[in-house]
Each structure stands twice: as C-alpha cells, then as structure tokens.
C-alpha cells in the first residue's frame, strides 16, 4: 500500500513559510532583547529620573488622606501674630520670645525647638531674659547653619541654658524641590582636627523625644544609614528621604501671639514637641514638596488639597521628624540599583515572548499588555501608600511602551508589505486621499496593464519656451514652481492621477487607479478651476512686476492601456493609446485660456459645462474629422448644453 506524499509544490510553500517564521521570530528576538538593553542602559544613564521624580510626586498627590496622630505642634509667627503683637516677623523681640518658651514651658511643652537663628545681639537686656528663660525651661533646642560663607550659630546667653543644638539646612533636588533632608552636618570651624558632627533639627529632636536620657548611641559609621540605638534610618546619598504626611498645613498649629501672650490650653500642650518657626511670606522661610509641586494642581486640579503652593520650613521640618518618630521611612528600589534591572530583565522577556506572538491573537496580546501597564501602576502605588516604597516605574513603564510600539510596529511591517508597495507605486501619482484608499484597499490598485475607458487631460504653457530664454533660471523655476503645486493640488481635488510633468506641460488622467464613473466631468471642472487659477496667479505676478502665462488644455475620454509600462529595469505608471494621442493633440491645438475637448467627453458632461462647438480636426490614422468643443463655463441652473448633442 502506498502512503500519501506531499507534493514539491506544497512541500516548498511550507517550508518557505517555516523560514519566513522563523525569521520573524528571531527579528522578534532581537528586537525584544535590544529594547531592554537599551533601557536598561538608559536608566543606568539616569535618564528617567526627571519623570521617576515626577510619578514620585504624583503617587503623593493621589495618597489617601487619613487623620494625623502626632504629637508635634507648630507655633507659627504668622501675620495674624504680626498683626496681635505690632511687628513685623523679622523684629519680634528677644523678650517675646523669652515669654513664649516660658509660657510653652509652664504649658507642658515636652521640648521647645526653634527654626530659628539667634545669631545676631540685639537688646543686651533682652538677651539676657531671653537666655535665662531657656535656662529655666530645660528643653529648648536652638537652631544653627553651616554653609559653605560661614556658620551661624546662637549667640552665647542662649547658648548657656540650652538643651541642644540642631541644623536647619535644606537641600533641594535637581528640579527645585525638597524631598529629602541631611541629618548630620560637620563642622570644622573648632580647634579640633576633626570635624564635629552636627545633627539636624529633625534628627535631634526625635532623638531626644524617643531617649530623653541619652543611652540610645548615635552610629554615624554607615555610609548608607544613621543609627540611633536600635532604630536604624535609611541614608542614601546623604539624606534621609521625608515622609510627607500631607499638604500644608497638615499639622496642628497655632500663631504665636498665643505663646506670648499665655492664651495657651494646658492639654493641647502636654507632653508635645513645640516647632517655633516663621511663616510669613516676607521671610521667604517656604519650599516646594511633592504635595505642594505644581505638576501635581496640574494633573489632580486639587488646589484645595493643597493649600498653597509652598510649604513653610517649619512644617518641613516637622515632616522630617514625624517620619522618624513613625520609623516611616521612604525606602527606593534604585537604592539597591540591581533591583530595576532584574524588573527590566524579566519584563524585557515578557515582551520578548508577546512580540514574536503579536501576529497570533492580537486582541489577547493588547489586553495582556494592558494588564502590564494596570499592574504596574497598581503595584508601584500598592508599595508606596502601604509600605512607603518607591518602586522606580518610569523606567517599566518606558520599556513595555517600547515593546508594545516595537510590536505593533512590526506586525505592521510584515502584514503591510504588500500596502507599502500601493503606497510606494501610486504616492507620486494621486492625492494623500487616494493612496490611503489603496492602501486600505490593494486590490484596487493592479500594476499590470489593462484595458479601460479613462479621461485624458493635456496642459501647456504657450510660449514658455521662447519667455523662458529671457528669464533667469532661478526665476524659471521658481514660476514653475508655484503653477505646478498650484495645478497639482487642483488634479489632486478632483481625484485626477498625475502621470508626469514634461517640461511646462502637464498629463494627467482620471478613473484610474481610483474607479471614477464621473471621470470626464471630473476633468472638466478640474480643467475650468485650473484656468481660474492661472488668472489668479497672473494677477499676483503682475502686480509684483513679474512675467505671466496663458495654458491651453486638452481633454479626451476614450478606452486606453493603464498600468506599470515601461523598460525591465524602468516602470511607469502611465496610460497609452490612440485616446491619449488624441488628448494630446488637442491640447496642442487650444491657444491660451482655452480648454478643447472631444465628442466622446462632451457627451458625459452636458449637463455640467457650457460648451461651442469648433471646427472639426483632422487627425492622422482617421478618416473622418473629429469634432471638437471649446469649454466656455460651468453650466448655470436650467441652461442647456450648447452643442448638438
């Protein structure tokens, strides 16, 4: 018994077929495998961390908001205390404030730390109050700044009672915004070789709120992290990453006026931690945070979550603590930079796999991917509300955009073969508008030559010749210039097809590669609006004392040869025959402004244009003259063709 075999035939297609896939697949690949590295290579780059910023702030901006348990208080000198008190913010004295920290004191206070500098004597009285009654008190923290112009410290009557000292600079991000905070300065202005290490406000206060006894030790030996005992607070860069609560005014405050003048409740002051800080707009004392950031209002349009633009320096400074307090610290997968590209890596195969798939069940494949871009986002905000972790997504997010785009790109590469060669065969020939319609639909366009009935339309510019001879060449062209793109956006409105331009003149033909049942009256009313714009170009030329043109044209509808014609190694799509020959003749034949058509098209555009009948033709290969007509204008309403029809 015989087994069936499979033919040559067959057996070729399949194997060609197999070929074909697999060099999809291995395009795929590689396409797949370059994109990640070139992410990959890009965020090692640090080319993402403009817009990683960005999302960064967003995920705060869309943070739920819960109610606050801190026992942190503000004390602002604001303008309803300038206004209370009869000062301005920068001349409140030294004797206030001697009031206000005995008050705060006697209130309860727990500790009592300015965002403030005393660095400059004022009323030596006053000093001395000033100074006594941070003694009497017991837990006042002052407020220093080390920069790179000099230090600024308290002045020494202060420096006597006080509790401790703590820095208050801030350093901004690249963008101008404040999202981190140092905790440790040195100081090398002593005596000592060695610098002495200086905490931040928000380090010192935490630490003396959590160990009021100073048995925690301070490890300042890791370069990635502070310890304080047994908490340890992540450092990356030199900063501690804050926390931010919320928008301002997102903890309890209450003006200062208040402090000064005792008109203080005893329970909301026990046991707190008293920021005392300016929040005028006249001090400047105020900065951008990710709720405060503009992209933020921009996206959310949730300007009344926000309540300003900029947060005062005293809030900041009570964010930075609060983080402490909480052990709420914001911890980056880019602090551990291997993590993002093992995400890269493995989403990078991911889309491998779905790239060299993209052919098979698109709509599977898109909704996948979409599920990739959802999970995404959905973990990146899961991490950061629940557990304060940063998960880099721009960069994920860059890569599955990049595939996707690289997919769908290439499926169409390999489905639209034989589209783009529609497009690269007919671009030149008819309107953006027909091309799209070939490309949607190929079968429309067939290269090879047939058979049909089309419309021809010849134009020439009479006398260019010898005008051209007396004219520059730049003016030469440039003339050309704008009749043609002006000629050519006329044929193209009407749906005609370009066949070529052969020096001045102009052939072009009508139902073809677009079927046109109305191709002759198409040509007609082409050939009449072109005229019209000749004399509209003319006026302009005239006027600007340049040389003008009159064209003749002519048309004839009669059944040619249209298709790709030419030489093996030189195609042209073009249309030959008799029909064209005698389409050409008559153009030859009209003088300027005329346009000359035959029988065979007046007879489908009587009730378009009005038409006088011309001496017949005589045309070489033909027995009998041919009638001809000159166009004179477009039908106007109950006319009648004038012609014997």
Same mark, same amino acid.
């Given at each position: 018994m015989s087994h069936p075999t499979v033919g040559p035939c067959v057996a070729g297609r399949r194997g060609l077929k197999g070929r074909e896939a697999?060099?999809?697949?291995?395009?795929?690949?590689?396409? &797949?495998? =370059?994109?990640?590295?070139?992410?990959?290579? %890009?965020?090692?780059?640090? @080319?993402? /961390?403009? !817009?990683?910023?960005?999302?960064?702030?967003?995920?705060?901006?869309?943070?739920?908001?819960?109610?606050?348990?801190t026992p942190i208080l503000l004390v602002r000198i604001d303008e309803e205390s300038e206004t209370h008190l009869n000062v301005r913010?920068?001349?409140?004295?030294?004797?206030?404030?001697?009031?206000?920290?005995?008050?705060?004191?006697?209130?309860?206070?727990?500790?009592?730390?300015?965002?403030?500098?005393?660095?400059?004597p004022r009323d030596p009285v006053e000093d001395e109050e000033f100074g006594l009654a941070i003694a009497?008190?017991?837990?006042?923290?002052?407020?220093?700044?080390?920069? &790179?112009? =000099?230090?600024?410290?308290?002045?020494?009557? %202060?420096?006597?009672?006080? @509790?401790? /000292?703590? !820095?208050?600079?801030?350093?901004?991000?690249s963008d101008g915004i404040l999202r981190s905070i140092p905790l440790v300065g040195l100081d090398y202005s002593g005596d000592s070789a060695e610098p002495e290490p200086v905490l931040a406000m928000s380090l010192e206060v935490a630490r003396l709120y959590l160990?009021?006894?100073?048995?925690?030790?301070?490890?300042?030996?890791?370069?990635?992290?502070?310890?304080?005992?047994?908490l340890r607070i992540p450092y990356?860069?030199?900063?501690?990453?804050?926390?931010?609560?919320?928008?301002?005014?997102?903890?309890?405050?209450?003006?200062?006026?208040?402090?000064?003048k005792d008109e203080l409740a005893p329970e909301e002051m026990k046991g707190k931690i008293?920021?005392?800080?300016?929040?005028?707009?006249? !001090?400047?004392?105020?900065?951008?945070?990710?709720?405060?950031?503009?992209?933020?209002?921009?996206?959310?349009?949730?300007?009344?979550?926000?309540?300003?633009?900029?947060?005062?320096?005293?809030?900041?400074?009570?964010?930075?603590i609060q983080t402490i307090l909480d052990r709420s610290f914001v911890h980056r997968s880019k602090d551990k930079w291997g993590l993002v590209p093992w995400l890269l890596a493995g989403l990078g195969l991911i889309g491998t796999l779905l790239l060299i798939r993209s052919g098979k069940s698109p709509v599977v494949i898109?909704?996948?991917?979409?599920?990739?871009?959802?999970?995404?986002?959905?973990?990146?905000?899961?991490?950061?509300?629940?557990?304060?972790?940063?998960?880099?997504?721009?960069?994920?997010?860059? !890569?599955?955009?990049?595939q996707y785009s690289a997919g769908i790109s290439y499926q169409r590469y390999l489905e639209g073969h034989k589209r783009r060669q529609v497009q690269a065969m007919f671009g030149r020939y008819v309107s953006p508008r027909v091309v799209e319609q070939l490309v949607r639909n190929p079968d429309m366009a067939n290269p090879s030559g047939r058979k049909e009935r089309l419309t021809m339309f010849f134009s020439d510019v009479r006398g260019f010749t010898s005008m051209s001879e007396k004219m520059e060449p730049q003016e030469v062209q440039h003339l050309l210039s704008e009749y043609f793109t002006e000629m050519t956006r006329i044929l193209f409105k009407h749906g005609g097809t370009l066949d070529k331009f052969m020096g001045d003149a102009i052939m072009a033909f009508f139902g073809n590669p677009e079927p046109q049942p109305d191709h002759a009256r198409r040509a007609v009313l082409m050939a009449l609006e072109m005229q019209e714009a000749v004399a509209r170009l003319n006026q302009t030329w005239s006027a600007g004392g340049r040389r003008t043109i009159g064209v003749g044209m002519g048309i004839n509808t009669g059944e040619v040869t249209v298709g790709n014609l030419g030489s093996k190694d030189f195609l042209d799509y073009t249309v030959i025959g008799d029909a064209v020959n005698l389409a050409c003749r008559l153009e030859e034949s009209a003088k300027a402004g005329d346009i000359i058509i035959t029988q065979a098209t007046c007879n489908e555009v009587r009730n378009a244009v009005e038409v006088e009948p011309l001496e017949p033709i005589r045309v070489k290969g033909k027995s009998n003259p041919i009638p001809i007509y000159r166009v004179l204008r477009r039908q106007t309403a109950g006319a009648e063709a004038q012609a014997p029809f």
């Open positions: 697999m060099r999809e697949q291995r395009i795929g690949v590689a396409l &797949g495998i =370059g994109i990640t590295l070139v992410l990959i290579g %890009l965020y090692a780059l640090g @080319l993402f /961390e403009w !817009l990683e910023l960005r999302s960064y702030d967003l995920r705060y901006a869309l943070l739920p908001s819960h109610p606050l348990d913010a920068a001349d409140v004295t030294r004797a206030m404030y001697a009031d206000a920290v005995r008050h705060l004191a006697s209130a309860g206070a727990a500790l009592i730390a300015f965002d403030i500098i005393f660095s400059t009497e008190a017991g837990n006042v923290v002052l407020a220093r700044y080390i920069g &790179g112009k =000099g230090h600024k410290t308290p002045i020494p009557p %202060l420096r006597q009672g006080e @509790l401790g /000292e703590a !820095l208050i600079n801030v350093v901004l991000d160990d009021p006894t100073g048995d925690q030790e301070l490890d300042l030996e890791h370069p990635a992290e502070v310890g304080l005992g047994p990356p860069d030199g900063r501690m990453r804050i926390n931010f609560y919320g928008p301002p005014a997102t903890f309890p405050r209450i003006p200062f006026w208040r402090a000064v008293v920021l005392i800080g300016s929040s005028t707009p006249s !001090l400047h004392d105020y900065y951008q945070t990710p709720h405060t950031e503009k992209l933020v209002i921009a996206l959310t349009g949730q300007t009344e979550r926000t309540g300003g633009l900029r947060m005062d320096g005293v809030e900041i400074h009570a964010n930075a898109v909704v996948f991917r979409f599920g990739l871009f959802l999970g995404i986002v959905a973990a990146a905000a899961a991490l950061f509300w629940w557990s304060r972790y940063w998960l880099d997504m721009v960069p994920l997010y860059a !890569l599955v955009a990049a």
